[in-house]
């Protein structure tokens, strides 16, 4: 299917099926930290601890591990978050400047490294984060200039750069117009679903290299109410995630 009309009243933005991408990336991930770093990630993970992961754990985003009321639970110590990071323990959405085919992530610059044409947040932990724990990507504004046929720079680690790293995965990326793995025999980037108001086609024009596209690609799952209720009256009620995504 390819969507092409505009949501009615009443029903979920496109915002809030972003939201319910997210979340499914910490579905049947058990006990692990979930490290959201976004808006709607992050009101994906807390959504995703209040349904479907209840032993999924999320921290203040410094040193302590929070329930959903803001609750300290434990204490998260440098050496202890290493510890997750390093043993396949953490879950991270990052964002990404750049993404090619094989999900290697360029965050660091545009152009060559010796002298780029724009500096960007540099290479920070993204090569740990991907190297020995799952990581996914959340990207806002999906275009041929994020969407590339290869980075300029390797920051975070795709799978033809992964070669012996235990842990290293990439269970999706999600973006405003669909949601992507890498289930496809040569770890390439594949079509999984686009969101409601969004075609096929549209997806493969803002993309800088050849998806894998099934025969019939669905749609993204639609929120259940329970769901719809808790994103917009308990999660983010001040509809900010409309902000990044005001389609």
Known sequence: ???????????????????IACAEAWRDGGEILASPMGLIPSAGARLAKRTFAPDLLLTDGEAMIVDLDGTVEGWLPYRKHLELVTGGRRHVMMGASQIDRYGNQNISCVGDWAK?????LGVRGAPVNTLNNPTSYWIPRHSRRVFVEKVDMVCGVGYDHAAGAPY????????????FDFATPDRTMRLVSVHPGVAVDQVRAATGFDLVIGDEVPYTREPTAAELRLIRE????????????PV
Do not use: F
Request: proline share 12%.
């Open 1 to 19: 299917m390819s969507g092409t009309t505009s949501p009615g009243p009443g029903v979920p933005s496109r915002a809030e099926y972003c939201v």
């Open 116 to 120: 780029p044409a724009r500096q960007l």
């Open 234 to 245: 308990v999660i983010d009620p001040g509809n900010t995630r409309a902000g990044e995504v």
């Open 168 to 179: 290293h995965r990439v269970p999706r990326v999600v973006s405003d117009l669909g949601v």
